[in-house]
């Protein structure tokens, strides 16, 4: 870890799906953590987690994803994700991958103990009260249920929130219930899937919000796919966007402006 008085070296793990389809929460990510005082980088040998092969069953491909990765995040005081999702895989599952593998669970453990989730580590690691922000709206927060439950996420990001400017959070009725997304469980269980998040739209429009604001894009993308094809105008974002202030791109599901 870094010493006293230094400023913490990050590896912003930057996901899949930020770095597919929403290139804009990896940049807020980048924003924040130098706000909070840190030393960034994104190390070029990161792909992806392994989280969709490893709950699919394919473990060797998991493995493999994880050994690649292993080394390239190992030189940094931490290990930053915008996903709960993602933060959970590294922190909690890759150290079981390795069971048979002594070096390489050593390593890997070494990793998972300084993977955090954005907000959490903000606040947590960093100290973060407030951020220099504004925006004028009502918002709905969704909990993720990684973030919520793998990694302990649900103060912080509403901490924060409180400190922009012009903006009321509110949380849903069934705050802890999943959206349906689940990774892979919504291709294999997709009627199941279609339900929650019917139920979960349902929920989001009850607040009278008129954006939806949670840390995980998987989610978001699923969340705002409903929303769009009911109609509602409730505008979709990453939470870091709107931490750093960053209200540039269109909300998700919007297409180009």
Not at 5 to 15: D, Q
Not at 57 to 86: E, K, M, N, Q
Not at 190 to 201: E, H
Request: glycine share 10%; proline share 5%.
């Amino acid at each position: 870890m870094a010493d006293a008085g230094t400023k913490p070296n990050v590896a912003l793990f930057v996901t899949c799906l930020v770095d597919l389809f929403r290139p804009s929460v990896g940049f807020a990510a980048v924003t924040l953590l130098e706000q909070a005082g840190c030393e960034v980088a994104v190390p070029q040998a990161q792909t992806c987690c392994g989280q969709p092969a490893y709950n699919s069953g394919d473990r060797a491909d998991a493995i493999g994803i994880a050994r690649r990765t292993i080394p390239a995040l190992l030189p940094f005081d931490y290990v930053v994700a915008p996903s709960g999702s993602c933060a959970g895989m590294i922190a909690k599952h890759w150290p079981g991958l390795f069971e048979d593998d002594q070096e390489m669970s050593k390593l890997a453990i070494e990793v998972a103990e300084k993977t955090r989730e954005l907000t959490a580590f903000l606040t947590d690691v960093c100290g973060m009260e407030s951020v220099d922000a504004a925006y004028d709206g009502v918002a709905a927060y969704h909990d993720s249920c990684s973030g919520l439950r793998e990694m302990g996420v649900r103060d912080q990001p509403r901490k924060l929130l409180k400190s922009v400017k012009g903006l009321t959070v509110k949380d849903l009725a069934q705050a802890e219930e999943c959206c349906g997304f689940g990774g892979t469980f919504a291709v294999k269980y997709p009627d199941i899937s279609g339900r929650m998040v019917s139920d979960k739209a349902d929920d989001i429009e009850a607040t009278g919000a008129d954006t939806l604001l949670a840390g995980d894009l998987g989610c978001l993308m699923n969340m705002a796919g409903k929303l769009k094809r009911r109609g509602s105008a409730i505008k979709v974002r990453h939470v870091a966007e709107v931490l750093a202030g960053d209200h540039g791109q269109p909300p998700i599901g919007e297409g180009e402006p």
